[in-house]
């Protein structure tokens, strides 16, 4: 008979405790778990973009370990005797094959499939979004800079990772696009011809790529991609999110939720994007390998179209005039190599730009307070011209499709394509340097003049003017609380010094920003209206 008359609530917390104790004598993270329970984390509905993106990846593991349980990768031609009629007796790889299987024969193996796509779609948007949240509110500045660089490569394995996994079917569809990869590796000087038949395992389309590609795609990057999550998670345990101006906030403080709440909303959150990513999977086709049909050399599929990521690659290739010329005796194919430089320029620049612009403003501060994309004049249009190139080359990679569209001549889209290339940005540049200026003079408008009301007064000598309200505090003290930077003198030093100081001036010299209003000026200002 058992003599233990110790509730049951006890009974547990005591096998509670004991677990602790266990975990803390093997793990020692008791520590570690007891400082991350009392941090408090800013909450701010952009945040959900980085952890959109941490959820989706969690659908691809799950839907791919699911996946690589049906597929084989292997390029070996068998016949096909499955479910689909019209492929039916056709021979095809052992990877389309299981592709087909997949689809068609494994019980939810299509909804699987449509979701491990469209959750891949969804982690590159959503890991962009994210990046251009803390481009344009400075969330990369010291000491979060290496949480920028973790992203940006999460955002550049992302796009390999989905590359990867979109030709591992072997239809027409991922071949013309490996058609196009191999092109493009083919036109770097010296060691292109060799990096084609490693990669292949030997002339174009070779006979190994489907097994490494698998290995790539479900060891390789995965792996990489985990340890830069985890890195992601620990820098914001370390140095937490920047929090957005506000009453009571400053660098020195952290206004939020506790870490309790977080974990338990996160926990929402995850099933909250799951469920989604399965409702469009259920309801939306994506990739219907069985209408593209097998891999052939000789077929191209018309009106191929990469996943929308990879469009801003495809869509330089595209528009970029067929050029050659012979250096030494060998051909260099400036239509591949020009867009590749280009594109990859493209992607450096933004990798680098935290460092460029500490050491432009030379600024060695912490910084914990995001920045309002208005106070930042040149830093926002710089980032709405860089994605205008984006989507401008992105139009490019559908050149066929809208010319078919809109009944025009694709020549026509490709050289709309081509000017755009070159006119977008430095209009788009223009015109959001102008409305963060505009937006900037506004706010000062309201900070000394009060709201407006609506409600017209009569003033003694017969002038009508309308009523303005001072601000509230809070709308007051997010107006006025911002530190605008001073262009660093030119003075004496070498061309690295003229350099910083002619870039300084670009970004906050004269005509870059609006004097700040600060509160002091508001209440003489009432002072004087009263």
Not at 213 to 219: A, E, M, N, Q
Request: hydrophobic share 45%; glycine share 10%.
């Amino acid at each position: 008979m058992d003599s233990d008359s110790r509730p049951d609530a006890a009974r547990r917390d005591t096998r509670g405790n004991a677990f602790a104790a266990w975990a803390r004598g093997r793990l020692g993270v008791s520590g570690l778990f007891r400082e991350t329970r009392r941090k408090v984390f800013p909450d701010h509905w952009s945040f959900m973009l980085g952890e959109i993106s941490l959820y989706s990846f969690l659908v691809l593991v799950l839907t791919g370990v699911y996946l690589m349980l049906y597929f084989h990768p292997s390029m070996e031609q068998v016949p096909y005797q499955g479910s689909y009629a019209p492929l039916r007796g056709q021979t095809v790889s052992e990877a389309y094959n299981s592709t087909l299987h997949i689809s068609f024969d494994v019980r939810g193996g299509l909804l699987i499939r449509q979701a491990h796509h469209w959750a891949a779609l969804i982690f590159v948007a959503s890991l962009f979004a994210h990046l251009m949240r803390m481009f344009f509110t400075g969330a990369f500045r010291k000491p979060r800079e290496l949480t920028w660089v973790l992203s940006f490569l999460l955002l550049v394995l992302g796009m390999f990772e989905g590359l990867t996994g979109y030709d591992l079917p072997d239809d027409l569809l991922s071949g013309t696009g490996l058609m196009v990869v191999n092109g493009t590796i083919l036109s770097i000087p010296i060691v292109g011809t060799y990096l084609s038949v490693f990669l292949f395992g030997g002339e174009f389309p070779g006979t190994e790529l489907i097994a490494r590609f698998h290995t790539i795609h479900v060891v390789v990057l995965p792996a990489i991609m985990t340890a830069l999550f985890a890195g992601l998670i620990f820098l914001t345990i370390r140095h937490n999110r920047a929090q957005f101006p506000g009453p009571g906030r400053t660098e020195r403080n952290v206004v939020g939720i506790p870490f309790k709440s977080l974990a338990v909303r996160a926990g929402g959150y995850f099933f909250l994007v799951a469920g989604i990513i399965l409702i469009i999977a259920s309801i939306a086709q994506i990739n219907p390998v069985w209408l593209y049909g097998p891999y052939r050399p000789d077929q191209v599929t018309a009106g191929s179209q990469p996943d929308w990521y990879m469009g801003v690659a495809d869509g330089l290739l595209r528009v970029m005039p067929g050029w050659e010329v012979v250096v030494w005796g060998h051909t260099l194919a400036l239509d591949n190599l020009i867009p590749l430089a280009v594109g990859g320029g493209l992607f450096l620049v933004m990798g680098a730009y935290p460092f460029i612009e500490a050491w432009v403003t030379d600024d060695d501060r912490d910084h914990h307070l995001l920045d309002r994309p208005r106070n930042r004049p040149v830093r926002t249009a710089l980032g709405a011209a860089w994605i205008s190139v984006y989507a401008v080359a992105l139009l490019g990679a559908a050149n066929d499709v809208l010319a078919t569209r809109f009944h025009v001549s694709v020549n026509a889209v490709t050289w709309a394509v081509r000017i755009g290339l070159f006119v977008v940005p430095f209009a788009v540049y223009a015109v959001t340097k102008r409305w963060a200026l505009g937006l900037q003079l506004r706010d000062r408008d309201k900070v000394l003049h009060g709201r407006e009301t609506g409600v017209i007064k009569r003033m003694p000598n017969g002038e009508y003017v309308e009523v303005h309200e001072p601000l509230d505090p809070e709308r007051l003290h997010t107006l006025t609380d911002y530190e605008q930077y001073r262009p660093i003198p030119a003075g004496a030093g070498g061309p690295a010094r003229r350099l910083r100081a002619r870039l300084s001036r670009g970004l906050y010299g004269e005509g870059t920003q609006i004097p700040k209003p600060v509160v002091h000026e508001a209440h003489e200002h009432e002072e004087i209206s009263g």
